[in-house]
Each structure stands twice: as structure tokens, then as C-alpha cells.
């Protein structure tokens, strides 16, 4: 859900930089995608409670921690620098929602982290 917010968020927000906002747009779309689709193949049963599928879900939730860790540190400098050096007010609803997208990238850097703890403790135990 955080994913999907950084997503809309950064997609609404004039691009000012765009490559960096195009990796934080990667990451959410791609992050958000994944997720879907194996929450989508859990609920399926699609695993039939094999442990490859753990060792599977360690690996994406691994790699999405990872991805949305760089997509927030870089978009918190992004809008860091932009609201440093102007006051436009086009500038600073841009600044508002970008800072509203660094929120909720950080936030979901957080819950892709405890989910990959989560999982990793279900992969040693299985």
C-alpha cells in the first residue's frame, strides 16, 4: 500500500530531475507488481508449502528493501535540494508532495525490512 502511494505521489509531482524520479518510479511500479503477484500466488496456494517458495519470498522481500532504501535516500536529497533553493509556490507544492513521497517510501523500505526479518526467520525454521 505504501508502494502504490510513493508510486501516485511521485507520478503526480512535475518531474524537476528525471532520473531520479524515474528509479523511484521503477522501484515503486516494480515493488508493487511483485508484491501483487506473489500475494496473489500465496492466496492461489500456488506454493503447496514448499520451502523454495520461502527461500523465494526472502529474496524479493530482500531485494525490495534494497531497491527502496536507494529510492528514498535519493528522493529525500532530491527534495531536500529542491526546497533549499526555491520558494516558488509551484516549486513548494512540488516540495509538499515530494515530501509526502519520501514518507511513505521510507515507510515501505520499513515494512519490506520487517517482512524479509519475518521471512527469514520462517526460512531457518523450515
Known sequence: ???????????SSKVLSP???G????VSVFCF????ILLCLYICG????????VTLDVICQETAALFY???AVLEAYFTY?????SASPLVMTIYRENIAAVVFA??????YVIHKVYSLLRWKSS
Not at 500500500?1 to 507520478?11: D, R, S
Not at 535540494?81 to 533553493?85: E, L, W
Open 1 to 11: 500500500i505504501f508502494g502504490g502511494l510513493v508510486w501516485i505521489l511521485v507520478a
Open 19 to 21: 532520473m531520479l524520479q
Open 23 to 26: 528509479w523511484v518510479m521503477f
Open 33 to 36: 507488481v511483485m508484491s501483487i
Open 46 to 53: 500456488a506454493h503447496g508449502g514448499s520451502s523454495s517458495w
Open 69 to 71: 532504501l536507494s529510492a
Open 81 to 85: 535540494s529542491v526546497g533549499f533553493f
Open 106 to 111: 521510507f515507510l515501505a523500505t520499513l515494512m
